[in-house]
């Protein structure tokens, strides 16, 4: 059986880190130059903190994961090579091919993802974490981390499974994906008026993933998706903001964490309340 290797584990996690920060800087460069409003220099400090943190505790759940499979001898049980596709002599066929593997399996991915992003929302348990990342009132890139719980969860609904069902070669299409997905995630949390445009109608932007944190009871339980839209048009969640819709975010019944034990203790300390558990809009405070 594999090992755990500290030193493999202190590896991938720095080359994590190095994405992050590509695609954090290249956000954070829009939104500082082109701001929608002020975000403070504290929310940026704390989402730099919380984010190196994020990162080395997700990288220690990803080892143990992919120590189990190694050990395991688990496959994945399509394999999808490209090889062919991409010695072609003729650019158009290694564009098609590239553009046909990262979009299903984005759309597969993200349809794992949107339920586990709505059943964060409906089951009390996996609120108490989720609610951290809710609880941001000044959202930023830098301040977009999730919960460390997150890397403990997610990868058993969605990064697993996708793993174990397809198998792309060469591999660097699953670097590019996730490269994708990054910086699309990163932006949909950045404070700038720079949006997709008529393209956030396909692909979820800054702008429609806000409504996803508003505290506005119309936008309670609206716009799931991380990758595409199509989820919650499917599904019925999909709410489009007009021009100018750009709510408050945050939670009613509590403050974002203001240091680092406060964010990895939040889930136990933070009292949730008594009804409507996902519904930001319904919690007030006397």
Wanted: proline residues 6%; contains cysteine.
């Amino acid at each position: 059986m594999q090992t755990f290797d500290v030193l493999t584990y202190v590896a991938h996690t720095l080359r994590a880190g190095e994405r992050v920060a590509v695609a954090s800087i290249l956000c954070v460069a829009v939104e500082i130059m082109l701001p929608y409003g002020k975000v403070s220099f504290a929310s940026r400090a704390r989402g730099i903190l919380f984010h190196i943190c994020y990162l080395f505790i997700g990288g220690l759940f990803f080892e143990i994961y992919h120590s189990v499979i190694v050990a395991l001898h688990i496959r994945p049980l399509f394999s999808i090579a490209l090889d062919g596709v991409l010695d072609s002599p003729r650019p158009v066929w290694r564009a098609t091919g590239i553009a046909l593997a990262i979009a299903g399996a984005l759309l597969i991915g993200d349809l794992l993802y949107y339920w586990f992003h709505r059943a964060q929302h409906t089951f009390g348990f996996l609120w108490r974490f989720h609610q951290v990342h809710h609880s941001i009132r000044e959202m930023n890139v830098w301040n977009c981390n999730m919960h460390v719980s997150e890397e403990l969860l997610r990868p058993l609904v969605v990064t697993l499974p996708m793993a174990l069902l397809i198998d792309f070669h060469p591999p660097f299409l699953w670097s590019l994906i996730g490269m994708v997905i990054l910086i699309q995630g990163t932006f949909e949390h950045a404070d700038t008026r720079i949006s997709f445009g008529p393209i956030s109608y396909l692909f979820p932007d800054n702008r429609f993933h806000r409504i996803h944190h508003s505290v506005e009871l119309r936008h309670y339980n609206r716009n799931f998706a991380a990758v595409v839209t199509l989820w919650d048009v499917l599904f019925g969640t999909a709410h489009f903001p007009k021009k100018g819709e750009w709510p408050d975010v945050g939670l009613d019944y509590t403050d974002e964490p203001d240091g680092l034990v406060d964010y990895l203790l939040m889930p136990f300390t933070v009292r949730l309340p008594a009804t409507a558990v996902q519904d930001p809009s319904s919690r007030r405070t006397e």
